[in-house]
């Protein structure tokens, strides 16, 4: 609504300040190799260039590790509320070293909620 998501870059722009409440889903359609995969929540403030973890000393992003072993079908997902201002920017980075493999056009969702 309102043109906050951008569809070329992935990010959420707020267009007005409060509490978002953020749903990531991801469902990974293969996955090998040893590692970890982690679809990360990142924070862009209005006028930076950094994207940060917006988490510090708060909610923590969820790590699965290498016991996972070679397959398909694995899902992640979670809720974090973030206060944003006007012009900050949500986006979710697959920061992993394993080797994913993940359909675009059905294999995830966000669903965002403000209050």
Do not use: K
């Amino acid at each position: 609504a309102a043109g906050c998501y951008n569809t070329s870059t992935g990010a959420y722009e707020a267009q007005i300040a409060g509490w978002y409440m953020f749903s990531v889903a991801v469902r990974y359609d293969q996955i090998s190799g040893t590692g970890y995969v982690r679809p990360q929540l990142r924070f862009l403030a209005n006028g930076s260039s950094t994207w940060v973890y917006p988490h510090t000393g708060g909610w923590v992003d969820p790590i699965y590790g290498s016991d996972l072993g070679t397959g398909y079908y694995l899902n992640i997902s979670y809720t974090v509320p973030m206060y944003m201002n006007v012009g900050d920017q949500v986006r979710v980075f697959n920061n992993g070293n394993m080797t994913t493999s993940v359909n675009h056009d059905e294999s995830h969702f966000g669903c965002i909620f403000m209050g």
